[in-house]
């Protein structure tokens, strides 16, 4: 199985929706996430070909996520450019600064957990699944069923969600939460550990040949962007699994640094050459573009290898 394909096996579990669609939203979030910044769709087609995505599909996920107002179009002459609108690049700009940060505190301390209780009547059982869903995405998880915890500040986003939703009963509490049951109450019962760490140690044995190919120099810069793009959709998934939970809470040799060090690695070693991957890809759309493209990176997230693989 080759690697792309495991990792897409893997995303496949840590994300949500459609392959194309999270592709695209990514290419969008990694090289055209400033403020005006605009790609011609010809490039993001030429693009989304090296991920496995051909022209139709991608021009169907323009046009859908241009009418759901994610991106805006513009048209000079025959041509069409898109950017991301204000409300996208806000929210993508969100995630990445959670991304950077994700698995870099190695913290031990008891945080002030974020509790969200709520009731909601089985005749609003659509309600109640969207509301799970979104906390889920918040990094919240059910210590009980009406129970959701985080060890994140994430309250405000939670209480905006149920006032979008119209949950008519829902508490916000901050403060320690202590084990009272004789087998299950502890906050890190909110979590699957076992299938976290089976995440972890997957994915960072997915990621040992392509560091391995990098290392030697033998990755081509069309690999590099393929290779950059895949890894990040997989690994913005994680925290759903392991929101940062504090280490004195978690098993011994908890994985969560190790994967964050080898995706940090890759990342970076990959950069430069993805970067002009894709200013070559849009210079033979439009020349004037190419100073579009944005340069992200990780500076926060400078680890020591954590043991060979």
């Known amino acids: 199985m080759t690697m792309r394909r495991k990792l ?21 979030a990694e090289y055209w ?3 005006g910044a605009m790609v011609p769709s010809g490039a993001l087609v030429e693009l989304m070909q090296d991920l496995n995505v051909g022209p139709s599909a991608t021009r ?18 025959r041509r069409t450019y898109y950017a991301l609108s204000s409300k996208a690049r806000n929210r993508l700009s969100e995630g990445f600064e959670l991304i950077r940060t994700f698995g870099t505190e190695q913290h031990s301390e008891a945080p002030v957990w974020t509790t969200l209780l709520f009731s909601i009547p089985e005749d609003q059982r659509a309600i109640r699944q969207k509301l799970r869903k979104g906390l889920s995405w918040m990094w919240f998880a059910p210590l009980y069923d009406g129970a959701w915890i985080t060890p994140q500040p994430r309250g405000q986003q939670a209480l905006a969600l149920c006032h979008t939703l119209g949950v008519e009963s829902a508490s916000l509490i901050h403060g320690d939460i202590v084990m009272a049951g004789t087998n299950f109450g502890s ?4 979590w699957d550990l076992e299938l976290a760490r089976g995440l972890y140690q997957s994915f960072s044995e997915i990621l040992y040949e392509p560091l391995t190919q990098t290392q030697k120099g033998l990755v081509r810069p069309s690999e590099a962007m393929q290779i950059r793009t895949e890894t990040i ?3 913005r998934g994680l925290p759903r699994f392991d929101p940062d939970l504090p280490l004195n809470l978690l098993p011994p040799d908890w994985p969560r640094s190790k994967a964050r060090s080898d995706f940090s690695e890759l990342y970076a070693s990959t950069t430069e050459a993805a970067v002009s991957y894709v200013r070559s890809v849009v210079k033979k759309h ?3 573009h190419v100073g579009d493209v944005d340069i992200r ?3 926060l997230a400078t680890f020591p290898r954590s043991g060979a693989h």
């Open 33 to 35: 996430l400033k403020e």
């Open 233 to 235: 959709n997989v690994f």
């Open 60 to 77: 169907t996920l323009l046009s859908r996520l241009k009418h759901e107002g994610r991106l805006v179009a513009t048209k000079e002459g």
């Open 187 to 190: 906050p890190v019962d909110a």
């Open 8 to 28: 897409e096996d893997l995303r496949t579990i840590v994300a949500e929706g459609p392959r194309g669609r999270r592709l695209l939203v990514t290419l969008m």
């Open 297 to 299: 990176n990780l500076s």
């Open 286 to 288: 439009s020349p004037s």
